[in-house]
């Protein structure tokens, strides 16, 4: 049960986009579509922004959307504003209902 | 409105055993799995543990399997997490998370509940 792997940290300029990567393995990522993206701001709970690799859930912003090859899934932002500047995570089923989480962006927006 | 309310934390000396709950309210409990999920002081998420509708199925990360237990009771629209034998390395922040569909997707968190391990 290794984590999945995510850069530490992206930025960007308001307006701009961003991507987040999100590696594992075929056990993973790459064996089911069900990737899931979260945002966190500081203090608070985590919010579900993506399930099921490109599915937003209602009242989240279409700025937001999911991708995946293989056993690397995406997250990109377009449009970036000050507001989405948190922690994201990525996690995915692992198989036997297990679920792996990734471990986490900081998303700087500057 | 879905809300899960997390009780239970605490400080609690290593070895030493601690029960968290979590009351559920605003959905229909008994439709849907149930998880812990943790977090470490400024560390990421981490996967616990995860409970089926009917309870017939519950999976654990390799980190507390043995340790802790989960289980649901859903007349009372609550679920729990039994951990004993407490580590340092058990020290976080508990949520409570509602499973939306089968992958492991959680639509909704609790406050959380925060376990201090520490001699």
């Known amino acids: 049960q290794s984590a999945l792997t995510q850069p530490a940290s992206v930025s960007g300029s308001p307006g701009q986009s961003i991507t987040i990567s999100c590696t594992g393995t075929?056990?993973?990522?790459?064996?089911?579509?069900?990737v899931s993206w979260y945002q966190q701001h500081p203090g608070k709970a985590p919010k579900l922004m993506i399930y099921?690799?490109?599915n937003r859930p209602s009242g989240v912003s279409n700025r937001f959307s999911g991708s995946k090859s293989g056993n690397t899934a995406s997250l990109t932002i377009s449009g970036l504003q000050a507001e989405d500047e948190a922690d994201y995570y990525c996690?995915?089923?692992?198989?036997?209902?297990?679920?792996?989480f990734g471990g986490g962006t900081r998303l700087t927006v500057l | 409105e879905v809300q899960l309310v997390e009780s239970g934390g605490g400080s609690v000396q290593p070895g030493r055993s601690l029960r968290l709950s979590c009351a559920a309210s605003?959905?229909?409990?008994?439709?849907?799995?149930m998880h812990w999920v943790r977090q470490a002081p400024g560390k990421g998420l981490e996967w616990v543990s995860g409970?089926?509708?009917?309870?017939?199925?519950?999976t654990y990360a390799d980190s507390v399997k043995g340790r802790f237990t989960i289980s649901r009771d859903n007349a009372k629209n609550s679920l729990h997490l039994q951990m004993n034998s407490l580590r340092t390395e058990d020290t976080a922040l508990y949520y409570c998370?509602?499973?939306?569909?089968?992958?492991?997707?959680?639509?909704?968190w609790g406050q959380g509940a925060l376990v201090t391990v520490s001699s």
């Open positions: 075929s056990s993973d990522v790459g064996g089911y579509n069900y």
């Open positions: 099921d690799v490109t």
């Open positions: 409970i089926t509708w009917n309870s017939g199925g519950v």
């Open positions: 605003g959905f229909t409990f008994d439709d849907y799995a």
């Open positions: 998370a509602k499973a939306k569909g089968f992958g492991g997707d959680f639509d909704n």
């Open positions: 996690s995915s089923y692992a198989g036997s209902n297990t679920v792996l």
